[in-house]
């Protein structure tokens, strides 16, 4: 069984289909036995839903996507070079 923590950290992979089979059942599992995890996966999965179908509308900016890229980048600050 894995932990809340490790379920968390693997989420966004599990969204993605990105876990073995393995890691995908002890995932499925874990979700069924916690709510918290599970809200959060719900919260999660109606969310990229929602970007996804956004994000294929017409009619968005043309550097939209370089915005959300520097965005997801600075996340954590300037690349070291830049402090």
Not at 2 to 27: G, K, N, R, S, V
Not at 63 to 70: E, H, T
């Amino acid at each position: 069984m894995i932990t809340c923590q490790e379920a968390f950290a693997q989420l966004h992979d599990y969204l993605d289909h990105e876990l073995t089979e393995a890691e995908i059942a002890d995932m499925e599992k874990h979700l069924d036995r916690c709510l918290q995890c599970c809200d959060k996966f719900t919260f999660e999965r109606q969310l990229k839903a929602l970007v996804k179908k956004k994000g294929t509308s017409e009619g968005l900016p043309a550097n939209l996507k370089d915005k959300i890229l520097y965005a997801i980048r600075t996340v954590d600050g300037p690349p070291e070079e830049q402090r």
